[in-house]
Structures are given as C-alpha cells and as structure tokens.
C-alpha cells in the first residue's frame, strides 16, 4: 500500500507566479490535511477537506490560497501571485474516515516551494 | 488558545546517554498527545500517542512519553540514544472526540547526536 504522495517535491517559482502542489493520499483515506512549515519552526495546520468538501480552512490565508480535493485525482493546494514569503514545505496528511473518534494521519514526504 | 511549547530549541547528546525532550500544552480539556519525528528532508512520523488511561506509552524506537496532567507536560524519552535518533522532534495535539483531529504543533525540538 503505497503511502502519501506528494508532488513536485521541489518547486521553484518567481514572485508572482502561481504554484500548485498535490497530493494523492492513501488507497482508501478521504480525508486530507494541509500543513504549511516555515524555515525553523512548526508545522500550522492550514485546511482540511473531504472529498469535494472543504470542512475547515481556518488556517489558511485569506487571499491567494486555495484548496481542493475533487472526487476524481489528488488533492491540489494553489498559490495565487506567490511572495518569497511563501516560501516553505508544505506536507498533506491523509486519513482513513472520521467517525468522530481519532484516526491517525499519515504523513507525505512535503513539497518544498521556493520563491525567488 | 490552544497551543503546544517545546522550550528546548536544540539538544546535544552523546550516543548511549538518556534523553528528554520537554513538551507542554495549554488546551480546554486533555486532548489527544503525540510526538512526531522528522528526518532532514522527510516527512512526518508518528513516534506514540496519548488518547487516555496509562498515563505511560510506548512508542517505536525505543520512545516513551509519561503524560502529567497536572503540569500539562507530555515529555518523550529514551534511555539510550543512537545516533540514528539524530532528527527533529515534534509535540503536537488534538483535539478530542467531535469530528476531525487537526493537529497543534511545537516549534520543534532539534537533537543532535555525538559519537
């Protein structure tokens, strides 16, 4: 059972640029979290989706960022006009369906985005 | 708020000595605990949580964690260290129950290891 796949690993876009991350979770998880990790510290949650659903975006920027998990193909997480201080790795977590009780997310290896 | 502190930024031990990295949370009611560990360049890896009873897990690699409810502390340990435990550490929780578990992180707690 392959684990969470992230794509590209390493993304290079000039300011202004959109970028686009993806990510694929695991054979049987509807459920995907984004996490954003800035140089030196923790990783803040920033979406959480169900399959054609975004149930919670509270961490996420007002402006520019967007996410999505269709019910066909990965999820996508966009930048919009992207600023150096995008910079960062971003990591998708999957997890099997929540039943109100806990199940472990997985994590992906994270894509690492650089804005020059 | 709720959030998570890890007070040691960086950690240096000699392979085969003990360790503890310190971990406290501030939330509404006992969440759910973890340690996470990261590899230069990885992703994420669960090392043990903490959902109720023994205040005492176990985790892989050697981990243990004693949860102490009435210093909100969660500190992970290990006897002795490899120099494979050289990584980063993450304390994180959730909440419990009620839906989804978004995860509260630290900033991270970075060892290193000496031959």
């Known amino acids: 059972n392959a684990g969470v796949m992230q794509n590209p690993r390493h993304l290079v876009r000039r300011r202004g640029q959109e970028a686009r991350l993806r990510c694929s979770p695991m054979?049987?998880?509807?459920?995907v979290y984004w996490y954003r990790q800035l140089p030196e510290e923790g990783l803040k949650f920033m979406v959480y989706l169900q399959k054609e659903n975004i149930i919670d975006e509270s961490g996420m920027p007002k402006e520019r960022f967007s996410a999505e998990f269709p019910k066909e193909g990965p999820s996508i997480l966009r930048i919009q006009q992207v600023v150096r201080g995008d910079s960062a790795a971003y990591f998708c977590?999957?997890?099997?369906?929540?039943?109100?009780?806990?199940?472990?997310?997985?994590f992906g290896p994270g894509t690492r985005l650089t804005v020059t | 708020a709720q959030s998570v502190t890890q007070p040691d930024i960086h950690i240096t031990v000699s392979e085969g000595a003990s360790l503890e990295l310190r971990c406290n949370y501030s939330y509404g009611a006992t969440p759910y605990l973890f340690w996470y560990v990261q590899s230069p360049g990885q992703g994420l890896q669960l090392l043990l949580k903490y959902f109720s009873g023994d205040t005492l897990v176990q985790g892989i690699k050697g981990f243990e964690a004693e949860f102490k409810r009435s210093q909100s502390s969660f500190n992970l340990r290990k006897p002795s260290v490899h120099w494979s435990d050289a990584a980063e550490y993450f304390c994180?929780?959730?909440?419990?129950?009620?839906?989804?578990?978004?995860?509260?992180f630290g900033a991270g707690t970075r060892l290193a290891v000496h031959p």
């Open positions: 977590a999957s997890s099997p369906a929540d039943r109100g009780g806990y199940y472990e997310q997985y």
């Open positions: 054979k049987g998880h509807s459920h």
């Open positions: 994180a929780v959730s909440r419990k129950g009620g839906g989804y578990n978004k995860l509260i």
